[in-house]
């Protein structure tokens, strides 16, 4: 697969040079993504939204924008739905396309429809708050929502007299289901649930019941580690429970409602949910684990008929797409590995079609249809790329110094020859239970084509710990913070190295949250392999981490598998900032200042204790307004253009000194 898309590539860069030339950053943070999809039960129509970033410089701040399409077989895209107002949760029912936006008039965010055939949009619910995800019944007589209630509205009096005290951990409210009746008039939604956080609804189907996932509170480890699925009836009266432990993923129900796929963990310490389990409810709801030997992860499921169920794995760096019978609980390809990047799955029952979003090397996430083994491309939202020099890129394994195999993703310069060696920025994910594929890697954080166009080499590495290659792989990093699983990362330098293909003294580490606690490590700990270094949203102390973190219960159950107090020492020891004093890599720190999962204390932390041992370059930027992660187009472009400048600055240019801080931002206005 990898010689015959090397030839495919190769074809096209002959077939225009002249078109050919480098992606800009600013291309990079605003590329479009088809974001979602869904499709109808009987006809060859297709609804997808297309996410469109803001453009820096030119738009003011804001979020992206994003607009509804529609597509009837393989015919070109029409535009249904374009402007300022944000759509989310499309569905197709009947001849009509439901979706949640927040349009002039709002106050919440509300449900809207609009004909299958194009005009206005109308709107369908509104609610007291605004509407978080919705349901609909198969004969359309039922709405089910997630909602919060009413805000108080003594609250806000109370706030502008200055009374703004705020409970730590303990003011949340429940976001709730509602049920609505669209046949009776004047009716108005009733609540279902109550004193439990509720993440998902939808209808079992020929039953007047509701799925939903609930947990104890609506705080975020909760939301990771305790929650489950149950159903309930039109009143509210629990009917029945799935059993499950750990986290949990998707839920679907078979077009005749007797079985309940669930995508969910192995057990409470796995730190990923990426098992397939059904439940039959003719069996008073018994469990069966349908891949109990698949060496990847799960990743999507959809129901095509009562007893056909399909699902989507990633394994390794590739992904695939396949069909599972109930009654022999076999599954056969439809989508082999290599092909592309599968994000997610859309059927309609009694439909064989199978729509998947996916993207590639070359193109960020599009809207396929899945024929004959083969992907047929329905969008193409940057038609510009054409024009966009590719490098080259491909997967690699080598052994860790123990002898464990594993798994990385190399991108050649653009103008790589062989036997020259390269400068390195090694890209390090977070997690640890996530994993990079063989796709689209282009981010604000990781921009490859500009950075391939610029002379550096790249590496993507799965380290121990990642997911894409079951549960006892993705357990190997616990209890070992900054261990086996960071060693892995300069193995994985020392491959490329060893291969002829990358400069040794000029390898540059980088990452967001674990990935930023790597970098951290990269600049402190390992100082002597990386000359320079970028943490985002990192971890620099372990102790006090445990203590500000909103995802404590996870940590423990996942990846620490202990508590500081048991282990004072061993914890701080596996801090970047206690190996400070000995840090000689120049380190850029970055982080959202409203991040919750790792605070912007962890990057406070490690900048002064650098600061003030004085060995090292190092400079602390700050991003008002985003969280654990920019989102933000600007924030985004900012960022990028810091990464790429650190890393110049000290692996091509030489420097010894922090470069100048501000940028030329005014001069692009």
Known sequence: ??????????????????????????????????????????????????VTPRTPYVDDDGGARVELFVVRGEAEPVPF??????????????????????????KHTSLYKISTQGGEAQRVLSHENSISSYAL???????????????????????????????YEEEFEFTHAWLFNTTVEGAKPVQVTTAEQVYSVAFR???????????????????????????????????????????????????????????????????????????????????????????GHVQDIAWRRNDELIWLGHRGTETEVQALTMQWLESRSLLELGQAIVVDIETAPGRNDVFVRAHTAEHPTELFRVQNQQLIRLTDSNPWLAEITMPRQET???????????????????????????????????????????????RYASPVKYAANNGYMLFFPNYRGSTGRGVEFSKLGQNDYAGKEFDDLVDGKDYLVEQGLVDPTKVG????SYGGYA???????????????????????NISKFGTTDIAKEMHAVHARSYPWEKWQWYLERSPIYHAEQARTPILIMHGKEDTRVHPSQSMELYRYLKTHGNVPVRLVLYPGEGHGNRRAAAQLDYSMRLMRWMTHFLVEGGTEAPAHNLPHADKL
């Not at 700990?525 to 270094?533: G, I, N, Q, R, Y």
């Open 396 to 442: 690699v394994t080598y052994l860790a110094r123990d002898g464990l195999e594993l798994e990385g993703i190399v991108v050649y310069p653009t103008d790589y020859q062989e036997g020259q060696q390269y400068p390195l920025i090694m890209v390090v994910h977070g997690g640890p239970e996530a994993h990079y594929s063989n796709g689209w890697l282009d």
């Open 519 to 541: 970098s951290a490590w990269g600049a402190t700990a390992l100082t002597e392999h990386f000359a320079a270094s970028v943490m985002f949203v990192g971890i620099s102390d």
């Open 205 to 295: 189907p020929a039953a007047e019941q509701l799925l939903v996932r609930t947990a104890p509170t609506a705080l975020v480890d909760d939301n990771y580690m305790s929650s489950n699925y149950k159903l309930i009836d039109f009143a509210g009266n629990e009917v029945s429970q799935f059993e499950s432990i750990g986290k949990l993923g998707a839920a679907e129900f078979s077009p005749d409602g007797r079985y309940l796929a669930v995508i969910g963990a192995a057990d409470y310490n796995d730190p990923s949910d990426g098992r397939l389990y059904v439940y039959d409810t003719e069996q008073n709801n018994a469990r069966t684990e349908v891949l109990p030997n698949y060496m």
């Open 509 to 512: 580490i980088t990452g967001g």
């Open 1 to 50: 697969m990898l010689r015959k898309a090397s030839v495919i590539l190769l074809a096209g860069l002959l077939a225009l040079p002249s078109l050919a030339r480098e992606m800009s950053l600013i291309e990079t943070v605003t590329t479009k993504q088809v974001n979602s999809v869904a499709i109808a039960a009987d006809s060859d129509l297709a609804a997808f939204t297309r």
């Open 81 to 106: 739905i374009a402007g300022e107002h944000g759509i989310s949760q499309v569905q197709i029912h009947g001849d009509a396309i439901y979706f949640l936006s927040k349009r002039d008039g709002d």
């Open 137 to 167: 019944s198969a004969d359309g007589q039922y709405i089910a929502f997630r909602a919060r209630a009413k805000a108080d509205e003594n609250a806000k009096k109370l706030r502008t007299k200055g009374f703004k005290a705020e409970v």
